[in-house]
């Protein structure tokens, strides 16, 4: 039987004053004293499940968590019919998917992701969607990993010039999480004893060296894009100059709408998506540098009429036009997100320490991220930086 309701355990730990939750007027709903944030937190056939409810609103995360446990209740009762009879794969992706689609924690693009790497693992494993989970095992994962690994299935990355044969290590390790997350539910129903997917080794991911424009460099690379002679080459000149020096990701910046502009404390809102927010559903605010005041003050005095909840990048992108000019300039091929680490670098070899900057682009990890990626500037800023070391003797 499924029982929704918290043990007197349970509603004893969430009472005590040291406990990080605090409890509702509602069954089943906690709130995270730290962020604030409403929890589900039930049991299904004896099992603990919480799940974040993303919001800080209690009328919200009502109506959320009867969705949520309405799911659970249909999602417990279909494993038990499941473990009966035969699962096959299918019928585990289609839980997971299902899942995936009620998760409000997740963003929709990685939903999207999460299929097409559900259709890979289809593409690559003839036979897979109606092949018994038991017969899924260590050997048979192993090959197919293998398989998959070498071969792929010739993925073309948004904006590239050629499709390469192959997968990266990033999106093999990617396919096979998701695998591993499909075969967790059978394991859960008890039809797997074991996940057979847990002893296939992720691929060694090597750290992407930045090859990014200096300064004269991005100048010329900019004035290529405004003077194409396209129907919107300024708008993407515009675009590639507010994402260098904002250090928005792509997502972020098509929606900055003037209104999230303030000028009296050179300061840039950044929402994200109306519905689903940033990447880490924080609202955040960007001190704007001198070059972004410039830019967005030329804007706004070419179009005074538009309204404040107007877009303020008129192109959603120009990755075609970035091509070209990187091209006519015998330079590596920038991409939109290479923007960011643009600002990110400059802002570094200006004198922003590390932890500032990873708050500037709206990372909650303290600066480990930005640690990583741009620990290493490029080598001119670090032979001048080197030179500031003197031992006085």
């Known amino acids: 039987m499924t029982d929704f309701d918290p043990s007197p355990d349970q509603a004893q730990a969430l009472e005590e004053k040291d406990s990080p939750w605090e409890a509702s007027s509602v069954a089943n709903l906690v709130r995270w ?9 039930l049991k299904v056939n004896g099992k603990l499940i919480r799940k974040s409810l993303q919001t800080k609103l209690f009328s919200v995360a009502k109506n959320r968590l009867a969705d949520l446990v309405k799911d659970e209740r249909n999602r417990a009762e279909e494993g038990k019919r499941m473990v009966k009879g035969k699962m096959v794969f299918s019928d585990a992706s289609r839980i997971y998917l299902q899942r995936l689609d009620a998760d409000p924690g997740i963003k929709p693009r990685t939903k999207v992701y999460r299929r097409e790497c559900i259709k890979a693992i289809v593409k690559t494993w003839p036979g897979i969607e109606e092949l018994d989970v038991r017969k899924l095992n260590k050997t048979a994962c192993i090959d197919w990993a293998a398989r998959f690994r070498e071969k792929g299935t010739q993925f073309k990355p948004i ?4 499709p390469h044969q192959g997968v990266s290590p990033s999106r093999f390790n990617n396919t096979v999480a998701t695998l591993r997350q ?3 539910i059978p394991v859960e129903m008890g039809a797997l004893y074991r996940n057979p997917v847990a002893d296939v080794k992720r691929a060694k991911e090597r750290k992407t060296e930045l090859s990014l424009p200096s300064r004269v460099q991005f100048a010329e690379f900019v004035k290529l894009i405004e003077t194409s002679g396209a129907a919107q ?10 994402l260098a020096f904002s250090g928005c990701r792509l ?4 929606n900055v709408r003037w209104h999230d502009v303030d000028w009296e404390k050179h300061e840039l809102v950044v929402r994200g998506d109306p519905v689903t927010g940033t ?3 924080e609202i955040r605010r960007v001190p704007m540098i001198p070059e ?3 830019l967005l003050t030329r804007m706004r005095g070419q179009r005074p009429a538009e309204q404040l909840d107007t877009c303020v990048l008129r192109v959603k992108e120009c990755q075609r036009s970035m091509n070209r000019a990187a091209q006519i300039l015998h330079t590596p091929r920038i991409t939109h997100h290479d923007l960011r680490h643009l600002y990110a670098t400059t802002a570094i070899e200006s004198g922003i320490d590390i932890p500032t900057v990873a708050k500037l682009l709206g990372h909650k990890d303290g600066g480990a991220l930005a640690m990583r990626v741009y620990g290493h500037l490029r080598q001119e800023h670090a032979k001048a930086a080197v030179q500031k070391i003197k031992f006085g003797l």
């Open 233 to 242: 080459a300024k708008d993407c000149a515009d675009l590639v100059r507010f």
């Open 182 to 184: 499909i075969l967790d």
């Open 251 to 254: 997502g972020e910046a098509q």
């Open 292 to 294: 972004l005041t410039a």
């Open 33 to 41: 004293k730290a962020s604030k944030v409403y929890f589900a937190r």
């Open 159 to 162: 904006g590239a010039l050629k």
């Open 279 to 281: 990447k880490n559903w």
